[in-house]
């Protein structure tokens, strides 16, 4: 056995002869959420020495611990994913793991996603999941999703591979749920969502099956992954229902859009401003005024007193003040910003407007299109081992 695991550890289990799990401590799994379902996926794949990237922005609560068996009372008041990662650690010291206890939506930059081989999905509200699918598309690797009820005791596994093959996790989202999620314009909506009611053992099963399509995909074994096709189970009256997502022409995802070509920055976020991103890192050949992209939804702030406009990361209630310590309205959103309109930007820091650490974004110009990576500990760390 390699790559540090022990060969006494893996003995049983190398009888299986497409088992690999020297393969699979070479991987990557990025796992959104580590509430009910996450617990279970996260054990599975620590079990099975895969590296694992846990991302969750809540905290321990008693009513958890019905479901999570990583968590105990003694951890109640701590982030999710911190305390999910040290008792992973401790479950198998051969797999190596890392935390963000953060959103989705403002503190998990795309580099955490571009460095994964898959993104697994134990979320629990509709706008995570579009996110999720979106920058794993964006990323050019496979979302696994996954749902659970307690009170109906049925579960639903799909795999949205990349590409424009398939369908992917938005082509079935009913466009009147846009405005329920406030997708568009996030700030004016209240993202939080009640809990589902879920049971332990009914996260156990679903998460088995997710990582289960994550380990085939690991190891090679695509003709056993049914891409697009939800699965979903009655454990009540053991029934399974199989249903193929179809491919929506008007999805608003651009399933032909994705990273290539990254460019590495030398500096990380809090040490880059608008303006080195346009004077300083665009090429030349992409011309007079190129645009640069944040792939994220910025809000246009102003204030009412001294006139100063500045920028943002668009989040649902957030208060800003302005140096003048007047509060900043907000007077629009933007998602791009083109060289010409960013005069009165050059100087912000891009953490100033809120974008996260190993975040990418792109800049264009006469037909020319380039991806700029920002470095972050975390990432580089991944990175790194991906290439032992």
């Known amino acids: 056995m390699t790559n540090g695991i022990p060969a006494e550890r893996y003995a049983s289990v190398d009888r299986i002869s497409w088992y690999k799990p020297d393969v699979l401590a070479k991987c990557t799994v990025m796992l959104l959420g580590v509430g009910a379902l996450g617990n279970h996926i996260a054990q599975h794949l620590a079990l099975n020495c895969v590296r694992i990237l846990v991302v969750d922005r809540d905290t321990v609560s008693l009513s958890n611990l019905t479901r999570s068996p990583l968590f105990t009372e003694a951890v109640v008041g701590r982030w999710k994913a911190e305390v999910a990662a040290e008792r992973l650690r401790i479950m198998n010291p051969s797999t190596a793991v890392h935390f963000i206890a953060g959103d989705i939506q403002y503190d998990v930059g795309l580099a955490h996603f571009l460095h994964s081989d898959i993104v697994i999905g134990g979320l629990d509200s509709r706008l995570a999941r579009m996110l999720a ?55 004016d909506n209240e993202l939080e969502v009640p809990g589902v009611p879920t049971l332990s053992f009914g996260a156990a099963f679903i998460a088995s099956v997710q990582v289960a399509e994550a380990v085939k995909l690991l190891l090679g074994m695509n003709e056993y992954v049914n891409p697009a096709v939800e699965m979903r189970w009655d454990m009540l009256h053991h029934t399974v229902l199989k249903t193929r997502v179809e491919k929506n022409p008007d999805c608003m995802v651009d399933h032909k859009e994705h990273i290539n070509n990254t460019v590495r920055l030398p500096v990380p976020v809090d040490q880059c401003t608008v303006g080195d991103v346009f004077l300083r890192f665009a090429p030349a050949c992409l011309g007079k005024n190129p645009v640069l992209d944040f792939h994220r939804d910025i809000s246009v702030l102003n204030c009412t007193h001294c006139g100063k406009v500045t920028l943002a990361l668009a989040r649902p209630k957030a208060q800003h003040a302005c140096t003048c310590s007047t509060r900043l309205v907000q007077i629009g959103y933007l998602h791009a910003l083109s060289r010409s309109d960013a005069q009165q930007f050059l100087d912000m820091r891009l953490s100033d407007i809120g974008i996260p650490d190993a975040d990418i974004i792109s800049i264009c110009g006469d037909g020319a299109n380039y991806w700029f990576e920002f470095p972050a500990t975390l990432c580089s760390k991944v990175t790194e081992e991906r290439n032992i």
């Open 133 to 187: 699918n979106r920058y794993a598309r964006l990323a050019g690797i496979p979302y696994i999703d996954g749902g659970i009820d307690g009170e109906s005791l049925t579960g639903r596994v799909c795999v949205h591979l990349p590409g424009d093959e398939d369908a992917c996790y938005e082509c079935s989202v009913n466009p009147a749920s846009y405005t329920d999620v406030g997708l568009t314009y996030p700030c």
